[in-house]
């Protein structure tokens, strides 16, 4: 069975620092493009940054600089470090995966983590 799981997300001062893993089962993890979305209250779902072997590492404007995303091949779980956090990056944080080296329309999906960033 394939599953995606999320874990790291917590309640956060505003200038703080988190990690999220997400760890993989049921899959080759070499054949996917991983990533993260995240989903405010009242908001939609938003790409937040992704990881491919062929294509690299990409990320959203409003989290450059801050956020840096990698995985670990032997762990079969993919990182997101979190660092000078803002109240605007609480949300629930999804990882996401595809069977393919771009990362588009991803059809796997973790059941989210809560991340609150208190200013």
């Known amino acids: 069975q394939v599953q995606l799981v999320e874990s790291g997300g917590r309640l956060v001062q505003a200038g703080g620092s988190l990690r999220l893993s997400c760890a993989a089962s049921?899959?080759?993890?070499?054949?996917?493009?991983m990533g993260w979305f995240r989903q405010a209250p009242g908001k939609e779902r938003e790409f937040v940054a992704s990881?491919?072997?062929?294509?690299?590492?990409r990320y959203a404007e409003s989290v450059k600089g801050r956020f840096s995303i990698s995985r670990d091949s032997a762990k079969n779980t993919m990182y997101l470090q979190m660092n000078s956090l803002k109240p605007e990056d609480t949300a629930v944080y999804y990882c996401?995966?595809?069977?393919?080296?771009?990362?588009?329309?991803?059809?796997?999906w973790g059941q989210g983590t809560q991340v609150t960033v208190s200013s």
């Open positions: 996401a995966a595809k069977r393919s080296q771009v990362f588009f329309q991803p059809d796997l």
């Open positions: 049921g899959l080759t993890f070499s054949n996917y493009a």
């Open positions: 990881i491919t072997w062929s294509f690299g590492i």
